[in-house]
C-alpha cells in the first residue's frame, strides 16, 4: 500500500512539474514580440503609422525582409530597405549601405508604388504550405505609401506575390542595379 501511495505521489509531482513547465513555456512564447521592419519604431505594436510618421519612418520606400530556411549560422534572413533618397540600406544581419539605385530606377519604383492597387495585389490569399515549413523562404514587403502616411504590408506566405506584377518587377530591377 505505501508503494502505491508513493507511486501515485512521484505521478503527481511529475504532473505538476509537467504543467508548470508547459505554462512556463507558453507564457515565454506570448512574451515573443513579432519582428517589425527597422523604419518602424519599435514599440509600434502593429504596422499601422502614427498619425503623424517621423521622418524615420517614411525614409523607406520599401523595406523587404526574407526570412526562413537553415544557414550555417542558424536561420537565414535579412531586411533590406530601398530608402527615398535612393539608397539601399541593409539593416539585417548586418547594418550597411550596399549601393545606390539609379534615379530612373528609382523614379520608376515611386511611380509603381504611387500606381498600385494594394488591394488587388491581395486579393488572391496564398494557401499552400509556406516555404518556411521545408527550409524556405518567406519574403515580406512595406510599401510606404500616401506621402508617409500609411504603410502596405505583403508576405509572400499570405497573399500570391505575382513577380511579373509590375510593382515587384520596380523593385526587383531597384535591387538588381545595385548588384542585389
Known amino acids: 500500500?505505501?508503494?502505491?501511495?508513493r507511486r501515485r505521489a512521484?505521478?503527481?509531482l511529475r504532473l505538476w512539474?509537467?504543467?508548470?513547465?508547459?505554462?512556463?513555456?507558453?507564457?515565454?512564447c506570448a512574451w515573443q514580440e513579432s519582428p517589425q521592419p527597422s523604419h518602424l519604431p519599435s514599440s509600434t505594436p502593429s504596422l499601422e503609422p502614427p498619425a503623424t510618421p517621423s521622418t524615420e519612418?517614411?525614409?523607406?520606400?520599401?523595406?523587404?525582409?526574407t526570412r526562413g530556411g537553415e544557414c550555417p549560422s542558424g536561420p537565414c534572413g535579412?531586411?533590406?530597405?530601398?530608402?527615398a533618397d535612393g539608397r539601399v540600406h541593409q539593416l539585417r544581419p548586418t547594418d550597411l549601405v550596399t549601393g545606390?539605385?539609379?534615379?530612373?530606377?528609382?523614379?520608376?519604383?515611386?511611380?509603381?508604388?504611387?500606381?498600385?492597387?494594394?488591394?488587388?495585389?491581395?486579393?488572391?490569399?496564398?494557401?499552400?504550405?509556406c516555404p518556411t515549413a521545408y527550409d524556405g523562404q518567406e519574403t515580406i514587403y512595406i510599401f510606404t505609401v500616401g506621402l508617409g502616411t500609411g504603410f502596405e504590408r505583403i508576405a509572400s506566405c499570405e497573399v500570391v506575390v505575382d513577380p511579373s506584377h509590375p510593382l515587384f518587377v520596380a523593385v526587383a530591377a531597384a535591387l538588381q542595379a545595385v548588384g542585389r
Open 10 to 12: 512521484v505521478l503527481n
Open 1 to 5: 500500500m505505501a508503494g502505491s501511495a
Open 100 to 129: 545606390q539605385v539609379p534615379p530612373e530606377d528609382l523614379e520608376a519604383l515611386r511611380t509603381e508604388i504611387d500606381q498600385a492597387n494594394f488591394s488587388l495585389i491581395e486579393s488572391r490569399p496564398f494557401t499552400d504550405l
Open 17 to 28: 512539474v509537467t504543467i508548470a513547465l508547459t505554462t512556463l513555456a507558453v507564457s515565454g
Open 57 to 65: 519612418q517614411v525614409s523607406a520606400l520599401v523595406t523587404i525582409e
Open 78 to 83: 535579412s531586411v533590406v530597405a530601398i530608402e
